[in-house]
């Protein structure tokens, strides 16, 4: 019977139900639209740079990150990567060499990493050729191609076929340079990147620092199923020994601090919201007691006891939940699913982005317990909120109420 009552109290003022309810709806679609946006952004930052610089993991010597010096090698690296492009469960795989140095135009110099690529093996790598805006991707056949950042460009005044010295020291510490002509440019998701990044041919940029042809710095591994990181780290240990072997956790621990954050930011965001979403039912169920004062009245005169109108006023805002939660759930859920395939075009910010690595496409996401998350604590802020309406009507004294207007 009090079930029945407290759904027909709902709908007596079907407009106040209603404001309750849009409110629910808007509150969760909000939050749940916030924080995929957000989640995009952060996991398409996570994605570029796993994907498109550092690749799930690396292997270098355990000096080599420390002072990037190129005489700490990873010798015999050919047998290591034929074994790596066996194993099934690696997608890609990749040496470079690498050193750090000057890059000299007709108009200034500054500070570079040079990295000694393969052509063939980097297309499924960093993907440097589908980011040219100029040039091809080193189609001239020279080994003296270079392919250079836009931003580092403009700063030198670089056009297609403009010359530049590179400068830096080989494994015996002595200065070497020379001189390559720009056969791109490139344009990647992080411009800051794109200022001191080169990319040269390996097997040039091996003989200039005098290595050795089995002899490189680093090997990048793209795998196929990241849940499979952590066995095949393991496996890459075994494999090669001596060498210091990190993930992509490892290599940037501000992109986990990214992950990490954001699970808090979920709570702050949702709290924040849910907050308004209290005012708004406190004061709707509020209005809704203080209208009724005479009819409460004469339910506790006819027997209902305090404990049953306090459970009735409670069961009223519990509907008006329920109807709320799952429409604002499901208009969440339509929109990140519909957002998260076409995408929200912010190109118009792409610079200012672009500066802190984050892409100017943004595919909405987020997981199925962040929707639990949300719904929990909706569902948990509606019942506290229809706490002080209730508690209002057990203040009512029946002779008095019956006498209201």
């Not at 079907?14 to 969760?28: D, E, H, Q, W, Y």
């Not at 690296?77 to 890059?103: C, F, H, K, N, W």
């Not at 990647?188 to 042809?213: A, C, F, G, T, W």
């Not at 002899?215 to 591994?221: D, G, R």
Request: glycine letters at 6%; a neutral charge.
């Amino acid at each position: 019977m009090l079930f029945q009552i407290a759904w027909r109290n709902i709908w007596r003022n079907t407009s106040r139900s209603l404001v309750v309810v849009s409110s629910i709806i808007i509150g969760i679609w909000a939050g749940i639209f916030i924080l995929s946006f957000s989640w995009g952004m952060y996991k398409n930052n996570i994605n570029e740079s796993v994907y498109k610089q550092l690749s799930h993991i690396q292997i270098h010597d355990p000096d080599f990150k420390q002072e990037m010096d190129p005489r700490f090698i990873i010798p015999d690296s050919d047998s290591i990567l034929e074994q790596l492009e066996s194993d099934s469960r690696i997608a890609s795989v990749s040496s470079r060499v690498i050193a750090t140095g000057m890059i000299t135009s007709t108009t200034t110099a500054s500070g570079v990493t040079i990295y000694g690529i393969n052509p063939v093996s980097e297309t499924k790598q960093i993907g440097l050729g589908q980011n040219l805006i100029e040039g091809a991707y080193f189609g001239s056949g020279k080994d003296n191609e270079i392919l250079i950042g836009q931003k580092l460009s403009k700063k030198h005044k670089l056009k297609l076929k403009s010359k530049v010295v590179l400068t830096f020291t080989d494994v015996n510490s002595e200065i070497v340079s020379a001189a390559f002509r720009v056969g791109g440019i490139y344009r990647s998701k992080n411009i800051s990147l794109d200022e001191v990044n080169v990319y040269v041919k390996k097997e040039h940029l091996r003989n200039l620092l005098d290595l050795k042809p089995s002899e490189t710095n680093e090997i990048a591994i793209l795998i196929k199923d990241e849940e499979q990181l952590d066995s095949i780290t393991n496996y890459n240990k075994t494999l090669v020994p001596n060498a210091k072997i990190e993930d992509w956790r490892q290599l940037a621990p501000e992109l986990d601090l990214i992950i990490e954050s954001f699970n808090l930011y979920t709570y702050i965001i949702s709290g924040l919201i849910l907050l308004a979403l209290t005012c708004g039912i406190v004061n709707t169920m509020l209005m809704s007691v203080l209208e009724r004062i005479r009819e409460l009245g004469m339910l506790m005169a006819i027997g209902l006891n305090k404990r049953k109108i306090f459970f009735m006023i409670m069961l009223e805002t519990i509907y008006l939940t329920l109807i709320g939660c799952p429409i604002g759930l499901l208009m969440g859920w339509l929109t990140v699913t519909i957002l998260g395939r076409t995408g929200i075009d912010m190109s118009m910010f792409s610079e200012g982005l672009a500066s802190y690595g984050f892409s100017s496409m943004i595919y909405p996401a987020l997981d199925q317990e962040k929707y639990m998350i949300i719904m929990t604590m909706c569902f948990i802020t509606a019942i506290l909120s229809a706490i002080y309406p209730a508690y209002k009507a057990l203040q009512l004294n029946p002779s008095e109420a019956i006498r209201k207007i």
